[in-house]
């Protein structure tokens, strides 16, 4: 049977991103992406929440992408796969750190408005940073391999009109 290894989140950065740049040239960015799930107790009635916080990288074009345009609190559309890496810290001991290995980016604005806009960048890339395989990034505002949902009037589902008809 054949397995997958898909992962999708909608969040909002909790900082700045950070990019560096490998021996190569290659661009790398780190960014934390806080999700947020909410549910009403069945048993108090009372709203809870909890908010889930993923290491997401990004690499070569797409970090510089991110890198550029993404800051604190900008709410951010990622596809790519879990990998878990393994590295040694100062004194030699071998650490381990699990985090989503971005392909696909989409802007969705900024937190609570923004302008509304949306940007998607991506594509397939090597799940190892160090190869020198170099794939094309759209220009800016252009859709990458899966066309780009259509735009919204602005701020997204707070525009929309709440007495749609359902029959």
């Known amino acids: ?16 991103p950070e990019t560096r740049y490998m021996p190569n040239g290659d661009a790398v960015t780190n960014v934390r992406l806080a999700t947020t799930d909410s549910w ?11 908010t889930e916080w993923h290491r997401v990288v ?8 991110a890198g550029e345009y993404l800051r ?10 879990i990998r878990t890496r393994k590295w040694q810290d100062k004194d ?3 650490r381990y750190t699990t985090e989503i290995e971005a392909t ?10 923004g302008d509304g806009g ?14 020198q395989q170099q794939r094309s990034a759209p220009a800016r505002g252009a859709p990458a391999s899966k066309p780009a949902p259509p735009p919204s009037g ?7 009109d709440d007495d749609i008809p359902f029959d």
Do not use: C, H, T
């Open 40 to 50: 009403k107790d069945k048993a108090s009635g009372e709203k809870k929440e909890i």
């Open 72 to 81: 604190k609190g900008s709410s951010v559309y990622v596809e790519g796969r």
């Open 118 to 131: 949306s940007q998607q960048y991506g594509g397939e890339s090597s799940a190892q940073p160090s190869r």
């Open 58 to 65: 990004f690499y070569r074009r797409l970090a510089e992408i």
């Open 104 to 113: 696909e980016m989409q802007m969705l604005g900024q937190r609570g408005g």
């Open 1 to 16: 049977m054949a397995s997958v290894n898909k992962v999708i989140l909608v969040g909002n950065l909790g900082a700045d």
């Open 154 to 160: 602005g701020g997204g589902f707070a525009d929309m």
């Open 92 to 94: 030699g001991q071998d």
